[in-house]
């Protein structure tokens, strides 16, 4: 019975670090584009697309997908040969140096998570941003990290707190080479456990290729992959 408890106990806890892992990157990867990739500049365009996809979980199917992108709006609607849609909506506004977005995002489950997000350009190729994560079940996760342009990519390092009482800090680094791009993720808790995931993504023509490996705090790992093709 102790034994099995303890089992538990180590299930639970890599789980948790997972699920925590997994909302804070998320929830940057907005921040990364629009501090880089200068969403409010955007071009206001429509785009109607739709392909194929499967992945090592054993799902497999095809889509369409609508994305409407304007000055400071972005929203995308996909839905399933199978029926169900997903889609993500974002707003920015700008204020002399500073951002803030608002976004959420409904999932192919039909449950739905927000978050805001306030960032301020430094110079220098930085940025300070500070946002908030509010997860389907209302738990929300606080975050506050720099944003470091590089040559071929970026970092990112910061602390959250969530308000059942976790924090701890995370990183991540961006390489883009020709056709591909490794992120490299990691989240350390109070604890001093870090779980880490390195997503890699490389792209042939209409086809994009993602492949995920996650190693847990206590030593566990875990890979899985998918891909994407878009008809022309």
Known sequence: MTRQRHESRKLTQHKTM??????????????????????????????????????????????????????????????????????????????????TVDGSRTGFDGKTSDWNKTITRNGYGTATVKGQYTRQNGNTIDTSSTVTKTSNGHTTAGTYSTSTGKSGNYSIEVVNADGSRTKTESVTGADGKTATRVVTTDKDGNTIDRTVATTGPNGQTETHSGSVTFNQ
């Open 18 to 99: 997972k699920i925590k892992l997994n909302l804070t990157m998320n929830f940057l990867t907005t921040t990364v584009a629009i501090v880089l990739l200068g969403a409010l500049a955007a071009n206001a365009r429509e785009i109607n697309r739709s392909g194929s996809f499967q992945n090592s979980r054993g799902n497999s199917g095809t889509f369409e997908q609508t994305i409407d992108r304007q000055p400071g709006q972005y929203s995308r609607i996909t839905t399933t040969s199978g029926g169900k849609t997903a889609t993500v909506d974002r707003t920015a506004a700008r204020n002399g140096n500073t951002v």
